[in-house]
């Protein structure tokens, strides 16, 4: 009962709590949370809305993340919360969206929270989206892949800033007062530090915390893995980037003139930030999802951008480089086909969509990608620029994580569940019917194999029916297709994916 003794029902509240009895209360100390559910299906309870970062509002707006206010009037239930503004905006009443967004969600299971399993690893969810879509519990069912752990696993996922208002960059923004670029990574890395904050209240322990995410999730925790080109320390121990997505190539100018679009589209004119602070809200969430119907190019986009700091150079070049933070293990995924969904299909010539994609690419540049995806290999222009698509933003991510030289463990592997399309995989893994209900099984048991022993093989030696889940090594690894999980070569570097990550089609 060691969690319960932890549970503290102050005696001005024990009447109210009453009425909850069976929902345990933790106490923060900046705030006491009560949780908002049991689920007997699941055997869990779900704390939900955390305040984890004060509210990025008003002073705050574009600000790095700090910590929230102490609020312990009353004990709060979980029922104030909101998604990130979006682009484009949310449909109607589908998600609640505000500024004030940085939340968390806390799911423990029973035999946690009464104390029966202690110091319990924790899976720490980061969604997707592109930057500018998505929220913390916007991703299924996650407990249906808990259910799959060989152990209790304590679920943890964050909000964090999208958009204009977690991605903005460039000179005039970064020179403002009190600014960040990469907003929406510092969001995430201080609800890392909250986790090794108060995690241990819950029953969790804070030396075995894994990230997982999908795509803009996934490329997160590409930055997060090289922060810093791997000065200092990061707090998780393992990760499992799922199609980790991003295009690398943002340089001041690009970045400069999105951040001068975005002041336009609010109103502002007078080239102070204090202006877009003053802004209502509604006329800066209308902004930033007009920013994104405007001909913004994917490779001009909002996303991670360098910024000398927290991310000195092209990440897949730090990996190359050995910049890293090399204590972490890391097993990775891709989709079957990741590049279709993000390639225009209109396209007829290939070299011209390269140089409408890469505007300041040299002719020498232009030349090297002709050599590596040759015209003769592909049935028609699209699939072609979808190949060059998928490298760029996702597979050569995942290659240069994978074979990143460290004294840790890699895995790597391929889901190829129909339709094989971006985040897929991940779908399935989060209760979309999709694939063989028994594959999918499997599917979630090695990932929380991972989570819980920094090895996808179970205790039987492998991931079930005799396969076992060899490190990536030149290729080895493993594919989830939607009948069966088995061995294969996924195929070394050819010199394209090295090329690539050296970053000679940016300005
Ligand atoms: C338990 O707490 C929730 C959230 O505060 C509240 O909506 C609900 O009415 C409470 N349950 C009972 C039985 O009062
Ligand atoms: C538990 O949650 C699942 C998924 O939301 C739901 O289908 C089920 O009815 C819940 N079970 C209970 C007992 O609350
Ligand atoms: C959404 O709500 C706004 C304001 O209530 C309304 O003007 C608009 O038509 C709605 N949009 C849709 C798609 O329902
Ligand atoms: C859209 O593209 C055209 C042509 O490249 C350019 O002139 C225009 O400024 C772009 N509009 C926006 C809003 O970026
Ligand atoms: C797609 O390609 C066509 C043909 O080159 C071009 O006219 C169009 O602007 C492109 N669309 C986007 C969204 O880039
Ligand atoms: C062209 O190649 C793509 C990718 O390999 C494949 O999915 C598609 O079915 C092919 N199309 C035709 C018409 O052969
Ligand atoms: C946790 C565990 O038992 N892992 C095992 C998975 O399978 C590999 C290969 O068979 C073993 O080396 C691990 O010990």
């Known amino acids: 009962m060691r969690v319960l003794s932890s549970i503290v029902l102050l005696p001005a509240l024990v009447a109210a709590a009453a009425i909850n009895a069976t929902l345990p209360i933790i106490d923060l100390g900046y705030a006491i949370h009560r949780a908002m559910r049991y689920n007997a299906t699941f055997d869990t309870y779900t704390f939900s809305n ?68 202690r110091n319990v690893p924790v899976l720490f969810w ?9 929220a913390k519990d916007a991703q299924g069912e996650p407990r249906l892949v808990l259910k799959e752990s060989p152990e209790p696993v304590i679920y943890v ?76 320390s990061v707090n998780f121990k393992r990760a499992i980037p799922l199609s980790p997505g991003f295009y690398p190539m943002m340089a001041h100018a690009s970045s400069e003139k999105i951040y001068k679009l975005f002041e336009s589209l609010a109103g502002c004119t007078c080239s102070d930030i204090e202006c877009l602070r003053a802004a209502p809200s509604s006329t800066i969430q209308q902004a930033n999802s007009a920013l994104f119907a405007t001909n913004l ?20 070049y730090l990996f190359l480089r050995g ?19 993000f390639t225009n299909r209109s396209e007829t010539n290939f070299e011209d969509a390269i140089r409408s ?13 002709v050599s590596f995806y040759p015209a ?15 490298d760029i933003i996702f597979n050569c991510n995942n290659f240069a994580m994978a074979s990143s030289e460290s004294p840790k463990k890699r895995y790597r592997f391929l889901t190829s569940i129909p339709p094989g399309t971006h985040a897929v995989g991940a779908a399935a893994l989060f209760g979309a019917p999709l694939g063989d209900p028994a594959v999918v099984r499997r599917f979630r048991r090695f990932v929380m194999n991972f989570v819980v022993y920094g090895d996808p093989n179970g205790s039987d030696g492998g991931v079930g029916n005799g396969v076992v889940f060899p490190e990536y090594n030149a290729g ?32």
């Open 50 to 117: 955390i305040r984890f970062a004060a509210a990025p509002i008003g002073k705050l707006r574009f600000a790095p993340p700090t910590s929230p206010p102490r609020n312990r009037a009353t004990i709060q239930d979980g029922s104030v919360g909101a998604a990130c503004p979006q682009a484009p905006l949310a449909p109607n009443g589908t998600i609640g969206v505000s500024e004030d967004c940085l939340f968390l969600d806390v799911i423990v299971p029973r035999s946690v929270i009464e104390g029966k399993a």
């Open 126 to 134: 980061i969604f997707g989206g592109g930057y500018i879509v998505g």
């Open 157 to 232: 996922a964050p909000n964090y800033r999208l958009g204009a208002l977690g991605f903005s960059a460039g000179p005039s923004f970064t020179l403002s007062e009190n600014t960040v670029p990469n907003a929406g990574i510092y969001d995430q890395m201080f609800a890392l530090e909250w986790v090794q904050k108060y995690i241990p209240l819950f029953g969790g322990d804070k030396e075995q915390v894994t990230v997982m995410g999908i795509s803009a999730g996934g490329g997160s925790i590409m930055h997060l893995i090289s922060a810093y080109g791997g000065r200092g």
């Open 297 to 316: 190019s994917a490779s001009s986009g909002v996303g991670p951008v360098l910024d000398g700091n927290l991310v000195p150079d092209i990440p897949a």
């Open 323 to 341: 910049l890293f933070h090399k204590e972490v293990e890391i097993m990775v995924s891709d989709d079957f086909e990741e590049g279709s969904l």
């Open 357 to 369: 994609t890469f505007p300041s690419i040299t002719p020498d540049a232009v030349a090297k990608i």
């Open 376 to 390: 003769s290999s592909y049935n028609s222009t699209f699939w072609r620029l979808a190949a060059v698509t998928s």
């Open 476 to 507: 080895k690894g493993l594919e989830v297709s939607g009948t069966e999980i088995k061995q294969v070569d996924l195929g070394g570097d050819t010199g394209k994916c090295t090329w690539w990550s050296q970053g000679f089609y940016t300005p």
